[in-house]
T-cell receptor, first 117, second 113 residues
């Protein structure tokens, strides 16, 4: 168990729907990252939050949004879902003081597998 | 732009054989960090090693070893005396200081008993 908790583990939904993926970082970690793993795109960085503030943005679609709450858990909202959004979505966290360095060692959760039918 | 290439898509070996995974990277930065992660069949991503661009020392951790060569922009990973539990997808990744890890496509290692 990495200490990063992601729910749900599996989610099946239909095109056009909206889902929310939840992530609880390791105790004490301030940074949360979201990654998408799909067959055609591989592992792609979506977005990073540090202590509630958006820190960096990657290849995140406009239909997707995220936030980090005061208790440091994070949610990734995916709307107007398309078949191509089917993927494994990972959350990762890093320890305090590492949020400002590219040398971060990311601790990943087990992922949320989204299937869009 | 940063790029990580793992040319080997799949490698299959018999238990106790050694296996080397290749990783070639591209970056314009002088300061950067390289990583290897393992993704077992259960799906989670497990950190194996981090190396910064100023540290070209090779590293050994148990049956795992890493060879970093800046001259060839390579950061190869060897599993010695492989075991069935080593079966997984292995990812090489690169970042400078912009928080984004660029992952390679991954190499699937299958170790047969």
């Amino acid at each position: 168990d990495s200490g990063v908790t992601q729910t749900p583990k599996h989610l099946i939904t239909a095109t056009g729907q909206r889902v929310t993926l939840r992530c609880s970082p390791r105790s004490g970690d301030l940074s949360v990252y979201w990654y998408q793993q799909s067959l055609d795109q591989g592992l792609q960085f979506l977005i990073q939050y540090y202590n509630g503030e958006e820190r960096a943005k990657g290849n995140i679609l406009e239909r997707f949004s995220a936030q980090q709450f005061p208790d440091l858990h994070s949610e990734l909202n995916l709307s107007s879902l398309e078949l191509g959004d089917s993927a494994l979505y990972f959350c990762a966290s890093t320890a305090p003081g590492q949020g400002s360095s590219g040398a971060n060692v990311l601790t990943f959760g087990a992922g949320s597998r989204l299937t869009v039918l | 732009a940063q790029k990580v290439t793992q040319a080997q898509t799949e490698i299959s070996v018999v238990e106790k054989e050694d296996v080397t995974l290749d990783c070639v990277y591209e970056t314009r930065d002088t300061t950067y960090y390289l990583f290897w992660y393992k993704q077992p069949p259960s799906g989670e991503l497990v950190f194996l090693i981090r190396r910064n661009s100023f540290d070209e020392q090779n590293e050994i951790s148990g049956r795992y070893s890493w060879n970093f060569q800046k001259s060839t922009s390579s950061f190869n990973f060897t599993i010695t005396a492989s075991q069935v539990v080593d079966s997984a997808v292995y990812f090489c990744a690169l970042t400078d200081n912009d928080y984004k890890l660029s992952f390679g496509a991954g190499t699937t290692v299958t170790v047969r008993a």
